[in-house]
């Protein structure tokens, strides 16, 4: 019966064959993902990279590779709390069934709890699964795990956000990107003039850096736009909402305000319908949730940044699978983002 990321569980499994286990070293040499390092990797600016979509059209298809048998999959999520991780998760449960592979997919209950994060990685590579996938709270809390499971010739897929510097391979959107193009939507609604608050996420997370780099840097190039407020909400609907509410009291005629997570979005529309100013106020999250789009759809949420969480999630299986197959796959597999709002959310299907 396979595992459901929805209960922690324990499993014994089945080990990677040792053919399989030097295939996949011999292609990660080839591929030259062994040196990666903290300070020379950022999946941002990686070079060695290749679009999602292309991964067929450039390796072939899954159904013609031959995989070994009975693969099991460790996967640890940032938390069970936040849709956009769920739907991670359920991109990699349909994609591994697709293929006969069994996932076993865990996750903390809250995005700062990095100790709790590395004991279930910890467990995991007791398990001997044949490839593991991380989303890392931050870029190094896994790092004694990794190591380890490397040691263990463990094909490690990192799935979006926080990176790892020594996986094999990066699935997930461009994070600067994803500030840039928020800024460019916002500073186009406002017809390039006028105040902003941000609301960042967990402090010092390379997610939460990237996500407001970017925005400063597009919305720099808009000299009518003032950036008045920039505080973190650790990416939670509730700190969302009271961060907005003390924007809103020392900024009553703020024009817009760009959240790095959907949660901390709506937390920001409750803000504002509270204080009477829903729909006065431009709110753009990031992550395109359902919750997102239900509030976009009812008019509150001005816009959402979908990064897709699910395709990401079938993504980073696919390029697991294809690890263990003993393929070469660039270090970093860009997955799409999107702007959406009420004029294209329909395409979407959401």
């Keep these: ?81 936040n849709e956009a991780w769920l739907s991670l998760g359920d991109g990699m449960t349909s994609e591994a069934d697709k293929y006969g592979a069994s996932i076993d997919i865990q996750a903390t209950r809250t995005e700062t ?13 007791q398990n001997e699964y044949n490839a593991l ?21 463990t094909p490690i897929v990192n799935a979006n956000c926080e990176y790892i510097a020594d996986a094999d391979v990066f699935v997930g959107g461009v994070q600067l990107e994803i500030g840039q ?6 500073a186009e609604k406002l017809g390039g003039k006028g105040t902003v608050a941000i609301i960042e996420g967990v402090s010092g997370t390379f997610t939460s850096i990237q996500r407001v780099n970017g925005f400063n840097e597009e ?17 939670e609907m509730e700190k969302g909402m009271n961060v907005a509410t003390d924007i809103l009291t020392q900024n ?6 760009y959240c790095c997570n959907d949660n901390m979005a709506l937390g920001a529309v409750e803000a504002l319908r509270q204080a009477g100013k829903l729909g006065d106020v431009i709110v753009t999250g990031v992550d395109g949730t359902g ?19 699910d395709q990401n999630g079938s993504v980073a299986v696919d390029v697991a699978l294809r690890l263990l197959a003993g393929q070469g796959i660039p270090r970093v597999v860009n997955t799409p983002i999107e702007v ?6 329909e395409q979407f299907g959401k």
């Design 1 to 81: 019966m396979k595992k459901n990321y929805m209960k922690v569980v324990a499993a014994t499994v089945v080990s990677m064959s040792l053919m399989s286990g030097m295939v996949f070293a011999e292609a990660v040499t080839e591929a030259g993902t062994e040196n990666a390092t903290s300070e020379t990797f950022n999946p941002d600016t990686e070079t060695d990279a290749i679009s999602s979509d292309e991964l067929e059209s450039k390796f072939g298809s899954l159904e013609d590779l031959a995989l070994p048998d009975n693969i099991e999959i460790g996967a640890i999520l940032k938390n069970q709390a």
């Design 113 to 125: 709890d990095t100790a709790g994060q590395l004991s279930i990685a910890e467990t995991m590579i």
């Design 133 to 153: 996938i991380l989303s890392p709270l931050t870029n190094e809390c896994l790092d004694s795990a990794v190591a380890t499971a490397k040691q263990n010739g």
């Design 181 to 186: 193009k928020a800024a460019d939507y916002i």
């Design 219 to 235: 919305i720099a190039k808009y000299p009518d736009i003032e950036i008045v407020a920039s505080v973190p909400g650790d990416y």
């Design 252 to 257: 009553p005629d703020i024009d817009a305000i």
């Design 291 to 309: 919750d997102a789009y239900t509030s976009i759809h009812a008019g509150e949420l001005t816009a959402t940044v979908d990064q897709f969480m």
């Design 340 to 345: 959406v709002d009420a004029d294209n959310a």
